[in-house]
């Protein structure tokens, strides 16, 4: 039932990440490791969110096959981030995400990025469209600018919370 991200949708938010060398990267949501090996290559250190423990143990294995000594996987509920190494200067989520947390925005160092899809409407159940886009924090206030048009599907966890509607 999970999704990779489409590669052309994930590089064009992980360019405009602009992730440096000495990043300390965040991925959310890294299902079997895809994006945590690529964030990896470019980051000082990273580690990986995934609540299932069948895709924890596959994106463990790829490290280990890929020789990939800078990145940690950790089983937990993506939506609550990893505050042990936090803060991060990038956050990315693997998924349309409805709802940022602010346990996440709290994670996020000053000068840090966020990156996310944000949907706009549902095109089925396997995919929300929506527009990718660019977090930073700058003396503790997040802003945003979308970035481009996306359609990718929902990361759990990350829709919003249903609300009274009159």
Same mark, same amino acid.
């Given at each position: 039932?999970?999704?990779? !991200?489409?590669?052309?949708?994930?590089?064009? !938010?992980?360019?405009?990440?602009?992730i440096?060398?000495?990043?300390?990267?965040?991925?959310?949501?890294?299902?079997?490791?895809?994006?945590?090996? =690529?964030?990896?290559?470019?980051?000082?250190?990273?580690?990986?969110?995934?609540?299932?423990?069948?895709?924890?143990?596959t994106?463990?294995?790829? !490290?280990?096959?890929?020789?990939?000594?800078n990145?940690?996987?950790?089983?937990i509920?993506?939506?609550?981030?990893?505050?042990? #190494?936090?803060?991060?200067?990038?956050i990315?989520?693997?998924?349309a995400?409805t709802?940022?947390?602010?346990?996440?925005?709290? #994670?996020?160092?000053?000068?840090?990025?966020?990156?996310?899809?944000?949907?706009?409407?549902? =095109?089925?159940?396997?995919?929300?469209?929506?527009?990718a886009?660019?977090?930073?924090?700058?003396?503790?206030?997040?802003?945003?600018?979308?970035l481009?048009?996306?359609? =990718?599907?929902?990361?759990?966890?990350?829709?919003?919370?249903?609300?009274?509607?009159?």
């Open positions: 039932g999970r999704y990779l !991200m489409e590669p052309v949708v994930f590089a064009r !938010m992980v360019e405009a990440a602009s440096q060398a000495t990043d300390t990267v965040l991925d959310v949501g890294c299902g079997p490791g895809y994006s945590t090996a =690529i964030l990896a290559h470019l980051a000082g250190a990273v580690i990986g969110l995934e609540e299932e423990s069948d895709l924890v143990d994106a463990r294995g790829l !490290m280990l096959d890929l020789g990939i000594d990145a940690v996987l950790e089983q509920k993506p939506t609550l981030g990893y505050a042990d #190494q936090a803060p991060y200067e990038v990315v989520i693997g998924g995400a709802n940022i947390p602010d346990t996440l925005l709290d #994670q996020l160092a000053d000068g840090g990025r966020l990156v996310a899809v944000i949907p706009e409407r549902h =095109i089925s159940e396997r995919c929300h469209f929506g527009s886009t660019l977090f930073t924090k700058v003396g503790g206030i997040v802003g945003s600018r979308p481009f048009d996306a359609g =990718i599907p929902p990361l759990p966890g990350f829709e919003k919370e249903a609300g009274f509607v009159f």
